[in-house]
C-alpha cells in the first residue's frame, strides 16, 4: 500500500493505472485486468494473484474533501474461490465506498478557543487562545496529537501577543497555529524581586 501510495504521486504512472484500456503497438486494443478501474469508484490499482496468495488487488480511489482532493489506498489479500480475483475487485469497491463514506473535515479548533494558560510567578494566570482556525480532513478515531513551541518571552507580555505555535498531528496531516495571549502580563514589581533575590 505504501509503495502503490508513492507510485501515485507520478502522474504517468497514475495515468496508466488508471486507464481502462489501451491500444499498444503491434498488440492492439487492450483491456485492463482490473475490470473496476474507470468505471466510478477505483481510479487505479494492480492485481495479483496465486494459488497461495488467493485474488489480491491494491487499489486507488479519490474524494473531494473541503475543496481537496484526498487519495484512499487500500489493499484486499487472500480472496478465495472459482472468481478470486472478481471477489477481491469487488471488495475494494466496497472498501473504498465505505472510506469515501467515512472521510469528512473535522473542525480541530475555533479562533478564540482556549488552547492553554500562562502562568507567571507575579501575575494571575493568563489564557492562551488559538488565532486561527484549524481544520483537518480525517473520520472518526483517527489519532491526534499535539505539542506547543514558545518564542523567547519577555518579562511584559502585552495582550493578543503571539507566544507561540500549536502543532497538532492528525494522520499524516500536520498542522501549526499561532497562539496568543488573551491578557497583559506586566512586568514584575521591584518589590516583589527584591523579594526573591
Known amino acids: 500500500m505504501k509503495l502503490f501510495a508513492k507510485a501515485m504521486e507520478n502522474p504517468v504512472f497514475r495515468q496508466i493505472v488508471s486507464e481502462p484500456q489501451a491500444v499498444l503497438p503491434v498488440a492492439g486494443l487492450v483491456y485492463n485486468v482490473d475490470s473496476q478501474v474507470g468505471h466510478g469508484t477505483i481510479i487505479g490499482g494492480k492485481t495479483g494473484s496465486t494459488l497461495e496468495a488467493g485474488g489480491c488487488f491494491v487499489f486507488a480511489a479519490q474524494k473531494t474533501v473541503a475543496n481537496q482532493n484526498v487519495l484512499i489506498v487500500g489493499a484486499v489479500l487472500g480472496q478465495k474461490g472459482a472468481q478470486e480475483l472478481d471477489e477481491a475487485l469487488s471488495a475494494s469497491v466496497r472498501i473504498a465506498q465505505d472510506a469515501k463514506k467515512a472521510l469528512r473535515p473535522v473542525n480541530l479548533l475555533q479562533a478564540g478557543a482556549q488552547v492553554g494558560t500562562l502562568n507567571a510567578a507575579w501575575a494571575q494566570p493568563v489564557s492562551l487562545t488559538a488565532a486561527q482556525s484549524a ?55 521591584l518589590t516583589w524581586r527584591l523579594k526573591r533575590l
Open 135 to 189: 481544520q483537518a480532513i480525517g473520520w472518526g478515531g483517527m489519532p491526534v496529537s499535539q505539542s506547543f513551541k514558545s518564542r523567547t518571552m519577555p518579562d511584559a507580555i502585552p495582550a493578543n501577543a503571539l507566544i507561540g505555535t500549536l502543532n497538532v498531528t492528525i494522520g499524516y496531516q500536520q498542522l501549526s497555529v499561532p497562539v496568543r495571549t488573551s491578557a497583559a502580563i506586566a512586568k514584575p514589581k
